[in-house]
C-alpha cells in the first residue's frame, strides 16, 4: 500500500461527503419538507424528504441501532482501506471509497439530526422509487462493486497467480519429459560404436591369423 494512494482515497472520501452534505444543506435551506420540484415529467422530480430509517423507510425511528450498524460497516471497511492500491486493484479500491464516504455521508445526519435528508424522487415504469442521496447512491454502487470484484475479479486473479519459488523465480516450466529416454538413446548410441569398433579389430584379427 502506498502513502500516495492512501491520500488520493482521502481526497475522493472527502468529496463524495461534500457534495453529499452540500446538496442536502441546499435543500434543508431552500425547501421545506415533502416540497417537490419536477424536473422530467413524470420521471424525475426532486422532493425534499427526512428518513428516521433505512432504505425504503425500513427500521423508522431506530436511529440509535443504525447508527451502530453504519459505525460496524464503517471499521470493517476502514480496515480494508490499508490495502488500497490503485495500481493492482483499481475496482476494488473504488469501491472502498465510494462505500466509506456513503456511510459517512449517512452517519453525520443520523448524528445531528437523527434522520437523514433525502432528495431524488424517480418513478420508473409507473412505479414511485423510494427517495435517496447522494450517500445512499455510493453505497449501494460500492457495495455492489465490492461484491463483484470479490467474486469475479479479485478471487480469479488469485487463482491464476503463478507460483513462485523462494528464489523468486517462475516454476511453471515443465521439465521434458524424454530427457531419461535421450539418454538412454545416447548410451546404446556409445554402446554400438564401442561394438563396431570392438568387431572391426577383431575381424582383422581373425583376418591376420588366416
Do not use: C
Request: hydrophobic letters at 50%.
Amino acid at each position: 500500500m502506498k502513502k500516495k494512494d492512501i491520500s488520493i482515497g482521502i481526497a475522493f472520501i472527502l468529496l463524495g461527503i461534500f457534495l453529499d452534505q452540500l446538496v442536502k444543506i441546499i435543500v434543508r435551506v431552500t425547501m421545506p419538507i415533502g416540497k417537490s420540484i419536477t424536473i422530467i415529467k413524470n420521471f424525475f422530480i426532486f422532493t425534499h424528504v427526512e428518513n428516521t430509517g433505512a432504505a425504503w423507510g425500513g427500521f423508522s425511528g431506530y436511529t440509535i441501532v443504525l447508527i451502530i450498524v453504519s459505525l460496524v460497516i464503517l471499521g470493517f471497511f476502514i480496515y480494508m482501506y490499508r490495502t488500497i492500491d490503485f495500481k493492482k486493484k483499481m475496482v476494488f479500491s473504488i469501491s472502498l471509497i465510494m462505500v466509506i464516504s456513503g456511510t459517512i455521508g449517512n452517519l453525520i445526519d443520523r448524528v445531528l439530526f437523527q434522520k437523514v435528508t433525502d432528495f431524488f424522487d424517480f418513478y420508473i415504469f409507473g412505479y414511485d422509487f423510494p427517495v435517496f442521496n447522494i450517500a445512499d447512491i455510493l453505497l449501494v454502487v460500492g457495495f455492489a462493486i465490492f461484491i463483484i470484484d470479490m467474486l469475479f475479479i479479485s478471487g480469479r486473479k488469485e487463482n491464476e497467480e503463478p507460483i513462485i519459488d523462494t528464489n523468486n523465480t517462475i516454476t511453471d516450466e515443465v521439465e521434458p519429459e524424454n530427457k531419461e529416454e535421450e539418454t538412454v538413446e545416447d548410451m546404446e548410441g556409445e554402446d554400438s560404436d564401442e561394438g563396431n569398433i570392438w568387431n572391426s579389430s577383431n575381424w582383422r584379427l581373425i583376418r591376420k591369423n588366416r
